[in-house]
């Protein structure tokens, strides 16, 4: 269920789940349709992301310590949304590239 992986994912970053609401501008009743089985809407979904630094899939799927991120690959993750397929690849190609970089720096 979506509110309790929510709310495991707040205990764990120390955030409470109310404060959450208020800061992200949410209406309180958000809560008890969540609490009753409910999920949010996708932008709601991506601003509560965005808030705790997940992704959309951790809030949904409640694997927080396979899918954080650093915050760099957290907006490059987001900064590629949307992106063609052959811009996508090219991105991948420098990224191999850079790795290969790195490893031959140590």
């Known amino acids: 269920m979506f509110y309790d ?3 495991e994912i707040c205990r764990e970053k120390n955030i409470s789940v109310t404060n959450m609401v208020k800061e992200l501008g949410l209406s309180s ?9 409910g999920s949010p809407r996708a932008d709601t979904l991506q601003k509560i992301a965005s808030y705790l630094g997940v992704t959309t899939d951790t809030l949904l799927k409640g694997r927080l310590e396979t899918s954080e991120m650093s915050d ?4 490059l993750y987001h900064e590629t949304a949307g992106v063609s397929e052959e811009t996508l690849s090219k991105i991948l190609e420098f990224a191999r590239f850079a790795k290969e970089q790195e490893k031959k720096k140590r």
């Open 72 to 75: 760099i690959q957290y907006a």
């Open 5 to 7: 992986k929510l709310c």
């Open 29 to 37: 009743g958000n809560l008890s349709k969540w609490k009753s089985g």
